[in-house]
């Protein structure tokens, strides 16, 4: 091997070994009876319940029923019965670096939600600018692709509540395709019934009835067929820490997983539905909205 090969190895390797603790989340996804927390040793231990981010610092400590549920870079550890737990020398090898593939995307998503070096989304392949979208009329419902068939319910916010709305419809080359008046800020897209082609970006938007300059945003969709989505989730379902997740955690991956494929619509369902199980305003909401964000400025 030569020489410059030899140094481009080992500096990809050494930046690997050299990944810090701060760029991969450790989270308590379950806990049942009494689990306390520290955040370093010797700190007070208060009670803490799912979902958590945890400190590599951190101790955790259960009493002699309780149970623990951590992940951390594509790993879950179980902890059972009474004793102390240093966060950090359960995750040893994980720590150590960050595996390239879906661990790694789903490392990016989880610190853009709780915080820390990628918390500002900065990374995300999504990429642009954050900015306040400047229209009197937001959509609330990110389309991306859409498996064909589906009835998709786009809903939409005003400034100025308004007895009518039109809903609009353009290709590629800018041409009118469908557009329909209604009288609630929603809209019920049947991609079956519109002869739209797969395949095809189009755009929609959502402007006041006789008022064009009172409008939305410009949105953009693609239909793709059924088992371009069956597809992907497939790859999903094949990763061993999907495999190993509860239902909630499930969720967060299909949302990620769907998100970075582009599929939109799909991935805020998914972390509509893991909020719901959740239950709280908690991780899952936080990475909805850090989703949101991401979405919102792959518009500019």
């Not at 790993?75 to 090898?93: D, H, I, M, R, T």
């Not at 998503?109 to 990429?127: F, H």
């Not at 209604?182 to 079956?192: H, I, P, Q, R, T």
């Amino acid at each position: 091997m030569s020489k410059p090969i030899v140094l481009i190895a080992g500096i990809l390797l050494l930046a690997l070994s050299l990944q810090s603790q701060g760029d991969v989340p450790i989270l308590l996804t379950k806990s049942y009876k009494k689990v306390r927390y520290a955040p370093e040793q010797g700190a007070k231990f208060t009670k803490i319940e799912a979902v958590k981010s945890l400190d590599a610092k951190g101790v955790l400590k259960l009493g002699g029923k309780s149970s623990a549920r951590l992940y951390c870079n594509g790993a879950f550890k179980e902890l059972e019965g009474k004793g102390a737990y240093a966060v950090g020398s359960l995750f040893q090898e994980e720590l150590r670096y960050t595996p390239m593939g879906y661990a790694n995307l789903l490392n990016d998503r989880l610190m853009a939600a709780i915080g820390g070096p990628k918390g500002s989304d900065t990374t995300s392949a999504v990429g642009g600018v954050i900015t306040i979208e400047a229209f009197p009329i937001t959509v609330n419902t990110p389309t991306g692709k859409l498996a064909a068939g589906q009835t998709i319910p786009l809903r939409w916010q005003s400034m100025q509540e308004v007895p009518e709305y039109r809903f609009i419809i353009k290709d590629g080359a800018g041409k009118e395709v469908h557009s329909a008046t209604v009288n609630k800020m929603e809209y019920a897209l049947d991609l079956g019934s519109l002869g739209l082609k797969t395949g095809i970006q189009y755009s929609w938007r959502v402007v006041q009835s006789g008022e064009e300059r009172v409008s939305s945003n410009k949105y953009f969709f693609t239909i793709t067929p059924a088992e371009e989505q069956e597809k992907v989730m497939k790859n999903l379902q094949e990763e061993e820490a999907y495999q190993q997740a509860d239902p909630m955690m499930k969720k967060l991956m299909e949302g990620v997983w769907l998100e970075n494929f582009g599929f939109y619509y799909a991935a805020d369902k998914a972390y509509q539905e893991a909020a719901r199980i959740e239950g709280k305003q908690g991780l899952s909401e936080n990475m909805r909205r850090a989703f949101t964000r991401r979405w919102r400025r792959s518009l500019e």
